[in-house]
């Protein structure tokens, strides 16, 4: 099956998905798809950049509270609002990620969690603009443009959801498979010798960090509207650690993945957070576990059991081949 | 007029001068060797070339361009391809892949974030005919870290040939290969730039490859240059003959 097949019969079932779910199963899965929205965003840096960003609340948050700002100041429709704050966010997000490329390794993990922190810490500075620590609740949902209204409605809310996530992950897919993202790989895999073929690798990094932020941004635009109130737990430096985490359990540089770790984690912890407050200690039990024995991550599983394993010369197991090689 | 010209090129670091003021000049299509004892400076002078080093004193001048204080990947946009003494490859990526991102890395289209079709069909077409070239065809959907050390050091000659350089630079091709390794890779090199439009300039200890393959040899010592001439003279050098071979005939 190739991929486009694949791709166009997920979306299809997942559009069924309203049809047979409770509706009060549709709030948890908004926030799964959300989530594993995020997760994505933050491979392209992980995954595909090997950039670890322990800041990465930070996308998620700004682009909350701008989403927030912009609804409950201007009463923008819906969609312009969300738009409006990825763009916004994207261009914060410029000299930050000028600044935390200049490094990589531990200091960009510092750097990025620092910037991070440095919004967290502006929420509480500007009480009177972001709510300090109640936040800002009442969270319009405006029609428009061309009276649009579907989103009011938690199915189409959920609609609205699903076409973001599915149009990011088709553009984040492009996005590594374009001639830009052959030089993300490189990289990844050695960086100075991507710098002595001739790549501005800055750049590059630059370029990946802000795209991620936008996609990041557009995850928490999503979700402040949908909540109807943007708190600053929405930029509590935790959530950068767990979702790190969704996109290694989920397997890096896969993009699908990480949707998958998002979306089963915020899915598992809804339904276990009911019978049991040991909820966090399954959830670290579960990463322990990946790490140890399932680097490739979920994804990397599933699809493990369908695709045969490359050719390696010189290995015991692959005879034919080391004999092509000698 | 020479493609590559250092004058005084100078780097030192503290009070040890690794490259003392080094005079050279390389004519286009040139093989050019240079040699010289451990800790001569060879391979710094090739990271001050390349823009890995910022030189103490002196430049150098590329196509008639000054290239040094240039960021490395600037130097290498002019058309000046490396290879490094210890081997600089993509390790989880195809060798085809490994070819494939060093050939993007000059043309237009690099930075195309969407699509860009064309741009990986020319630099998987690049790709191919540099692995064809250092005989690595059948390697090409084989991940980097899964050949031999001399298929890998050959691989990033093929990475270097896939960028269209003007200039090679290779530090130390044969290093670490094995005497058969070392007598298929010079094949392999001799062939690959039997038609004379590669400039090349080489590092390198063994010195029946420097006879079979250059031009003209730099000898290196102590960063200076003791000797600059064809090779029957430079062997026939005393001073290179005290300071290196050690008497090689």
């Avoid at chain 1, 960090?209 to 109130?229: E, Q, S, V």
């Avoid at chain 2, 004519?27 to 390349?50: D, Y």
């Avoid at chain 2, 269209?164 to 094995?178: C, F, I, N, V, W």
Wanted: proline share 5%.
């Amino acid at each position: 099956m190739n991929w486009k097949t694949g791709f166009v019969i997920t979306a299809f079932v997942a559009c069924l998905v309203p049809l047979v779910s409770p509706n009060y199963m549709m709030t948890v899965i908004i926030e799964a798809l959300i989530f594993g929205l995020f997760a994505m965003s933050l491979d392209l840096l992980v995954g595909y950049t090997r950039l670890y960003s322990f800041g990465h609340v930070a996308a998620y948050g700004l682009g909350a509270y701008t989403s927030a700002l912009l609804l409950l100041h201007f009463n923008l429709p819906l969609p312009i609002a969300i738009i409006l704050a990825v763009a916004i966010s994207m261009a914060i997000a410029t000299p930050i990620a000028w600044v935390c490329t200049r490094t990589h390794g531990v200091s960009f993990a510092m750097l990025t969690l620092a910037f991070a922190q440095l919004g967290y810490a502006i929420l509480y500075g500007f009480k009177d603009f972001t709510g300090g620590s109640n936040g800002l609740a009442g969270i319009p949902r405006p029609e428009g443009p061309f009276g649009l209204d579907f989103f009011q409605s938690k199915i189409g809310y959920f609609y609205m959801v699903l076409f973001c996530l599915l149009g990011s992950y088709l553009l984040c897919r492009a996005l590594v498979n374009s001639p830009f993202g052959a030089v993300l790989a490189g990289i990844r895999e050695n960086e100075p010798k991507t710098a002595a073929l001739g790549y501005n690798t800055r750049a590059y990094k630059r370029i990946v960090a802000i795209a991620a932020y936008g996609f990041g941004a557009l995850a928490g635009a999503l979700y402040a509207p949908f909540a109807g109130f943007a708190s600053p737990e929405l930029f509590f430096w935790l959530i950068s650690g767990t979702v790190l985490i969704m996109v290694i359990v989920g397997g890096s540089g896969t993009l699908i993945g990480p949707i998958i770790g998002g979306v089963f984690f915020l899915m598992l912890e809804n339904q276990l957070s009911e019978v049991t407050s040991l909820w966090p200690l399954i959830f670290g039990s579960i990463f322990i576990a990946f790490v140890m024995f399932a680097p490739q991550g979920i994804w990397g599983l599933l699809t493990a059991r369908f695709t045969k394993p490359p050719v390696q010369p010189g290995s015991d197991r692959d005879g034919e081949a080391a004999r092509a090689h000698s | 007029m020479p493609i590559l010209e250092c004058t005084g090129l100078t780097r030192r670091f503290g009070a040890l001068v690794a490259v003392d003021a080094v005079d050279m000049a390389v004519e286009p299509g040139e093989i050019r060797a240079v040699i010289g004892p451990n800790g001569a400076g060879k391979s710094t002078l090739f990271n001050v070339i390349t823009g890995v080093l910022a030189p103490s004193a002196g430049r150098a001048r590329f196509m008639d361009e000054t290239i040094t204080g240039l960021p490395v990947e600037q130097v290498a946009q002019k058309g000046i391809a490396r290879t490094f003494q210890l081997t600089h490859l993509f390790p989880e990526l195809s060798a085809r892949d490994n070819a494939r991102i060093a050939a993007q890395a000059r043309l237009p289209g690099r930075m195309k974030l969407i699509g860009g079709a064309s741009v990986i069909a020319q630099s998987v077409e690049r790709a191919e005919q540099a692995l064809d070239r250092l005989h690595l065809s059948r390697f090409a959907d084989v991940p980097a870290n899964m050949l031999s050390h001399g298929d890998q050091r050959l691989l990033e000659i093929a990475m270097a040939v896939a960028q269209a350089p003007r200039l090679l630079m290779l530090d130390e091709p044969t290093q670490g290969l094995s005497i058969e390794e070392t007598d298929r890779a010079v094949e392999i090199l001799r062939e690959m730039l039997a038609d004379g439009d590669l400039t090349v300039i080489l590092v390198e200890h063994d010195m029946e490859v420097v006879f079979k393959l250059a031009h003209r040899i730099t000898v290196l010592h102590q960063g200076r240059v003791i000797a600059d001439d064809v090779p029957e003279k430079v062997k026939a050098n005393d001073e290179v003959q005290r300071a290196y071979l050690g008497g090689f005939e």
